[in-house]
């Protein structure tokens, strides 16, 4: 099966500038996440989606910072504006949150240099 | 959320079993214990998840004692492409909220 999908998976950007980011999912996957990255650092979750609804956007620098999953499918992550330490590695990934299957699959990511 | 503890890094020899024991102490009831492989450039891939005793599938096995405080990732014979960081992660089965702290980086040299 296809696995899930980023775009794109580079962007420089200078400060105050605004950014989006795209994800698809693995096909028939609930459950989506976006997750920051900054070097050498483990992913941090901002923001969860089960379905079209948010689950957990505790994280999520609400001032700056929008996600959205229309239909429950593709989702946006948008940065506006976006600050130097907002530099970082932007994971996307789904999981299917079955009682017998919890796994999330991770997307290649986003990398953002912020200048 | 539970926090994990593990290792910063670890150096291991092509063909060498590798075991990276990770702790949880704060492990609740609904946890389940998964293991995450990461290369550089790239997302994060599932290795293996457990909820107690043993569990094993084609790449590794994972030990989790009775007290569930900590798990052992065993990595059989590895090659240099099983160089990498580790994570170990607990979440609970109902928003399976994952904390990846800072991962182990596994170096393997010929």
């Known amino acids: 099966e296809a696995g899930v999908a980023q775009s794109p998976r580079y962007k420089i950007i200078e400060k105050r500038q605004s950014v989006a980011f795209w994800c698809n999912p693995i096909s028939g996957h609930a459950t989506l996440y976006w997750y920051q990255q900054i070097l050498g650092q483990g992913p941090k979750l901002l923001i969860q989606?089960?379905?079209?609804?948010?689950?957990?956007d505790s994280q999520l620098p609400k001032d700056r910072f929008s996600a959205e999953r229309l239909k429950g499918v593709d989702s946006t992550l948008k940065i506006q504006p976006a600050k130097l330490e907002d530099s970082a590695v932007y994971l996307c990934?789904?999981?299917?949150?079955?009682?017998?299957?919890?796994?999330?699959?991770f997307g290649p990511g986003t990398r953002l240099t912020v200048l | 959320l539970a926090k994990t503890t593990q290792p910063i890094s670890m150096d291991s020899y092509e063909g060498q079993e590798v075991n990276i024991t990770c702790s949880h102490n704060n492990i609740a009831t609904n946890d389940y214990i998964t293991w995450y492989q990461q290369f550089p450039s790239q997302g994060p891939r599932f290795i293996i998840q457990g909820y107690k005793t043993k569990v094993t599938n084609e790449v590794a096995s994972l030990f989790i004692p009775a007290d569930r405080k900590s798990s052992t990732l065993s990595l059989p014979r590895v090659s240099l492409s099983d160089t990498a960081v580790y994570y170990c992660?607990?979440?609970?089965?109902?928003?399976?909220?994952?904390?990846f702290g800072t991962g182990t980086r596994l170096l393997v040299s010929p």
């Open positions: 990934a789904s999981s299917p949150r079955r009682r017998e299957d919890h796994t999330q699959y």
């Open positions: 989606f089960q379905n079209n609804g948010v689950v957990d």
């Open positions: 992660l607990v979440g609970d089965t109902g928003f399976q909220k994952l904390v």
